[in-house]
Structures are given as structure tokens and as C-alpha cells.
């Protein structure tokens, strides 16, 4: 199951479960959808591509909820 990480890695800004407009890769890296544009859907720590994440919502969400730790390193 997808850890649905809250944030983007590249840029920190908030990418929540149950909504569309965060791209992965194989290894669950990810990013919004400015900053998949700005890498050309290509993932920088795998090269792997980087793909629609799908949205948790619902029973779903609330049965298996998302990633609480953020990801992005910047200031």
C-alpha cells in the first residue's frame, strides 16, 4: 500500500490523500505536479518516471491513513 507522503520532496508543498496533483515514482518518491513538470516527469533520486499518484479518500482514507512525515528537506 502507498504511504501517501503529505508533501513534495522538491518544493514542500502540501499534497493531501484525497486529492489529485501529486506524481510518484517506483519507489514512492513524491512531488507536485509543478515540480514533476519542472523535472520532466523523471524522479531525481532513481530516474525512475514519475506517474499520477492515485487518491486515498473515504472509508479508505480513514481505514488506511497518509503518511504523517514530511519529506522535504529544504528551509
Not at 513534495?8 to 517506483?26: H, K, S, T, V, Y
Not at 479518500?57 to 522535504?72: E, S
Amino acid at each position: 500500500m502507498l504511504e501517501m507522503h503529505p508533501d513534495c520532496e522538491r518544493c514542500g508543498a502540501d499534497l493531501p490523500a484525497d486529492e489529485p496533483g501529486a506524481f510518484i515514482c517506483w519507489f514512492e518518491c513524491t512531488f507536485c505536479a509543478a515540480c514533476a513538470d519542472a523535472l520532466d516527469d523523471r524522479c531525481p533520486n532513481c530516474r525512475g518516471e514519475l506517474m499520477d499518484r492515485p487518491a486515498r479518500t473515504g472509508a479508505n482514507l480513514k481505514k488506511h491513513p497518509a503518511a504523517t512525515v514530511r519529506r522535504f528537506a529544504g528551509s
